[in-house]
């Protein structure tokens, strides 16, 4: 099992791509199903200003920005996680097990966020996405998760 230092050396990375790929994920959809790239990241700022948050579609600073420093934490949080379980585990020579990890802490992060987590703390994305984008978005951060893992991998074994 890896060190937290080491789970939070590669998780910073790792969840950095799961978040940028989720956000554009969330603003493609969020584009198609409200008309707003911005709606569904400013909605996540419901943690701070409340169910006012989902309403603003427009970029702001006090919905857009917390917005995203919330996704890209979340984000982290479960990378560090998947480092910490798995990362010791995951072989470089092996992207459909790494892909399958990622896959699996993005359902366990999409059943956290639904099923055990308060309304207030959900992320928020869900007042303007159908559940078909909420798969999009949630494959998407499983993307992100897959593909930096791997490529750490790689890069380790080059080290």
Not at 121 to 131: A, D, F, T, V
Request: charged share 15%; net charge positive; proline share 4%.
């Amino acid at each position: 099992m890896k060190s937290w230092k080491e789970s939070i050396k590669y998780g910073l990375v790792s969840g950095a791509a799961a978040s940028v790929l989720s956000t554009v994920a969330l603003a493609a959809c969020g584009k198609r199903e409200t008309g707003s790239v911005f709606a569904a990241t400013n909605a996540i700022s419901h943690w701070i200003w409340g169910d006012k948050a989902a309403a603003h579609k427009e970029p702001a600073s006090r919905y857009t920005l917390p917005g995203y420093a919330i996704h890209h934490a979340s984000s982290t949080f479960w990378a560090v996680l998947l480092e910490k379980c798995f990362g010791a585990r995951i072989k470089r020579d092996a992207p459909l097990d790494t892909l399958k990890v990622a896959a699996v802490t993005s359902a366990v992060a999409c059943f956290v966020d639904y099923k055990l987590t308060p309304h207030r703390l959900q992320p928020g994305y869900e007042m303007h996405l159908s559940k078909p984008s909420l798969f999009v978005v949630y494959a998407a951060f499983g993307l992100g998760l897959a593909l930096a893992t791997h490529a750490l991998k790689h890069a380790e074994a080059h080290h």
